[in-house]
C-alpha cells in the first residue's frame, strides 16, 4: 500500500490542483526538524548533485525573489503533544527556481525522506537522512 500523501494547497494563479505533495514519512521528519528549527521552507533549484534534491531551511533564511515560484504551501499538523508548534499547526512553502519550473512544468512532485546524507546546507542533513523528489507526469493539460 502506498504512503498516504498530503498535497500542497495550490498557489499559482489560475490552477485548481496540487502541484506538489508530501509523504507521511516527510511530514514526519519535518515535525521533528521543526521543533529543532522552528518554522521550515522548501527550495528545489535545479543544478547538479544536491542542487537537484529539494532543500529544507529555517524559513526566510534562503531568500526567494522574482527568480522563483511557489509551487505549495503545506499546513502540517503539529503531530499532538510533545512538539513545539504553538499554533496547531506548521506551514510550510515549497518553492522552486523559475528556470527548473520550465523544466518540470509537467510534473506533479512528491517529496520523500530516505536514509543517506544529502548536503550539509538542508537541516535533514544531520539526522542521517535526506529529502528527495519523486516526479510523475501529470496527465491533465498545464
Known amino acids: 500500500m502506498p504512503d498516504a500523501r498530503l498535497d500542497a494547497a495550490v ?3 489560475g490552477e485548481d490542483f496540487s502541484r506538489v505533495a508530501l509523504t507521511a514519512a516527510a511530514v514526519s521528519l519535518l515535525r521533528k526538524l521543526w521543533d529543532q528549527h522552528g518554522p521550515l521552507m522548501f527550495h528545489q533549484s535545479g543544478g547538479c548533485c544536491d ?4 532543500m529544507c531551511f529555517p524559513a526566510g533564511e534562503f531568500v526567494t525573489g522574482d527568480s522563483d515560484v ?3 504551501r503545506f499546513e502540517i499538523s503539529d503531530g499532538g503533544p510533545g512538539t513545539s ?5 506548521m506551514p510550510l512553502d515549497f ?3 523559475r528556470e527548473q519550473f520550465n523544466y518540470w512544468s509537467h ?4 517529496v520523500d525522506v530516505v536514509q543517506g546524507r544529502g548536503s550539509g546546507f538542508s537541516v535533514e542533513a544531520p539526522e542521517g537522512k535526506r529529502f528527495l523528489i519523486r ?3 501529470m496527465d491533465w493539460p498545464v
Open 95 to 97: 518553492w522552486m527556481s
Open 70 to 72: 511557489l509551487l505549495g
Open 11 to 13: 498557489t499559482l494563479p
Open 135 to 137: 516526479s510523475a507526469l
Open 85 to 89: 508548534a504553538e499554533s496547531g499547526a
Open 51 to 54: 542542487g537537484s534534491s529539494p
Open 107 to 110: 510534473t506533479h512532485l512528491t
